[in-house]
């Protein structure tokens, strides 16, 4: 009896540090206002935007807001470009959003986004999509595109396949996915090339991103769904980018992946940093347990507590890097922080002791990444939470991919930490269709199956998953 009330005890102790319900709350009130508005949707709707002003408005060239008019040089360069990635990742940010909350307008908005990219992005003669937009001109060469670009192209209409098994929508993500992994792969180096053709510099670059982002951003989501022989095939290919990582890429002395290879291998070189090295240990972890290779699984697991525990401050929010001298830069950058808070709970779903992690990371993130008054994250945050209003908040490389990650990875894991189901929406031709809680496995229990208006062939699926892990 005394056992048995210690065990129950402990239990009550271990629980979601941030409940389930919060997460939708921070998805609802902090997130889907930034983006569920007209100045958001494009013209026409689908073509969404890639800068917009931190207080939600259209940038316009004729009257900048201060933040894009004068921001960071790498921003500066590319103000009034339009990339395909961001089109993307706002795509898979509306389909974030109807998984979440059922709502039909955000699953119509992911559609909008994907008939853009499908019409406009990819190119039917090479299999290859366009990565930018320059005063309408698109841009670079076929070949000289970048596998990272490439694959962020694909994340969006992989988000829709995974709602709703659209049999075109795969066959263009299948068509993008072979011109990946025919027209870079190199034989020799034994890995995806950044680029494959171009300056020397560029074809030269061995990039971490250039395996790591066809995991995260489309592989590792399909795999479990695709109908056979893709199923098998993209299974033998997440193990084989895994093991790329592993074997080419980790440094065992460091705890660390080293983010390229061309260059010296050091602390402070290009993506040598917290947010990459949880990333993919993340997704090696996920693809270890989807392909039944235990041994991946164990060196996830035991490399990412120990990334964990170099990134955690004794105040209890994340840091972003070891600087040059080994020390934790204590800034936090969004990104970062977000794949340390998604690494730790997936982590918790085994290993309760990182729940207790949370409470102090995810706890600021709520208070201190939120921008309270114009809604979304702030890009970068001093280590107290200090914020710097005059940086942008939405450019090439940010929007909000990553924060709604954050907020369905934080959903789905804090109700598995509450022994409470997690409910998720899918738009199903046929209700009885495999379904999967985002990257995690789970047991589908309760399906509630109502008419999709606007989605002829479609129904509502509202499924609430157990055993989540």
Known sequence: MLRRFLIHSLSAVLVAAVPGQRWLDHFNRDLLPFWNVPA????????????RCNDGNLFSPASPCPEIADPPGWIKASAGMEFTRMKSRQTFFYGAAYHLTGDPAMLALARDGVRFLRAKALDKDTGSAVTFWDKGVPGPP?????TQDLAYAELGMAMYYYLTRDPEVLADIVRLKDHIFTRYWD??????????????????RQELVAQLDQVNAYMLLLAPILPEPLRTQWKADLVRLARVMVEKYHSPERHLFWGTLHEPRALGTRHTDFGHTAKA??????????????????????????V???????????????????TVEPSK?????????????????ADRKWSRTLDGTAAFWLTSMVDPRHHEVWGWVGPRGETYPDSPK????????????????????????EAKPATLHFALPDPKAPVNPY??????????????????GLSKVEVSFSGIR
């Open 439 to 456: 990257f995690f496995a789970g047991t589908p229990g309760t399906k509630r199956v109502s008419p999709l208006p606007g989605f002829p």
């Open 333 to 349: 950058e969004w990104w970062i922080y977000a794949e340390l808070d998604q690494l730790a709970a997936t982590l918790a779903l």
């Open 187 to 204: 034989k020799d180096w034994g890995m995806l090339r950044w680029a494959a053709k171009g300056p020397a510099e560029e074809t030269g």
């Open 142 to 146: 076929v070949l000289e595109r970048t």
């Open 40 to 51: 958001a949707w494009g013209t026409p709707r689908g073509d969404f935007p890639t800068f």
């Open 281 to 306: 240990l993340w997704m090696i972890g996920r693809i270890g347990r989807l392909a039944g290779d235990e041994a991946l699984a164990r060196f996830a697991d035991t490399e990412g507590a120990a």
């Open 308 to 326: 964990l525990d170099m990134a955690l401050l004794p105040d209890g929010t994340w840091g972003s890097k070891l600087r040059r001298d080994g």
């Open 394 to 417: 939405i450019h090439l490389w940010k929007n909000g991919y990553h924060s709604a990650e954050h907020a369905l990875v934080g959903y789905i894991t804090s109700r598995a930490l």
